[in-house]
Nanobody
Framework: VQLQASGGGLVQAGGSLRLSCVAS????????MGWYCQAPGKQREFVAL???????RYVDSVKGRFTASRDNAKNTVYLQMNSPKPEDTAVYYC??????????????WGQGTLVTVSS
């Protein structure tokens, strides 16, 4: 599975930005897709995850502002970032989990896309 993220850039605080991530390859067994972020000098952190048959969960700091969604027909996950704050500035990484019966789950990561929120 390969993940290609796009949509990052410079956005003003209070504006909006949408990230996209397209999965290719053996996408049939992908169970979940979502986003993590890594701010300068910090560890990679969870942002949002959309899981088949379960729903979507978010880190508390983005609830009510960011929306993650999936288009399974397009093997794409989105992150709609509304009212971003300067502290949301980070490299955003697309993530996918592949689950197959009888095999351990596999995590996949995209290359990251930089989001810079100006005040």
């Amino acid at each position: 599975v390969q993940l290609q993220a796009s949509g990052g850039g410079l956005v003003q605080a209070g504006g909006s930005l949408r990230l996209s991530c397209v999965a290719s390859g053996s996408t049939g067994a992908i169970n979940a897709m979502g986003w993590y972020c890594q701010a300068p000098g910090k560890q990679r952190e969870f942002v949002a995850l959309v899981t088949n048959g379960v729903g979507t969960r978010y880190v508390d700091s983005v609830k009510g502002r960011f929306t993650a969604s999936r288009d399974n027909a397009k093997n794409t996950v989105y992150l709609q970032m509304n009212s971003p704050k300067p502290e949301d500035t980070a490299v955003y990484y697309c993530y996918a989990k592949r689950i197959q019966l009888g095999r351990p789950p596999i995590d996949y990561w995209g290359q990251g896309t930089l989001v810079t929120v100006s005040s």
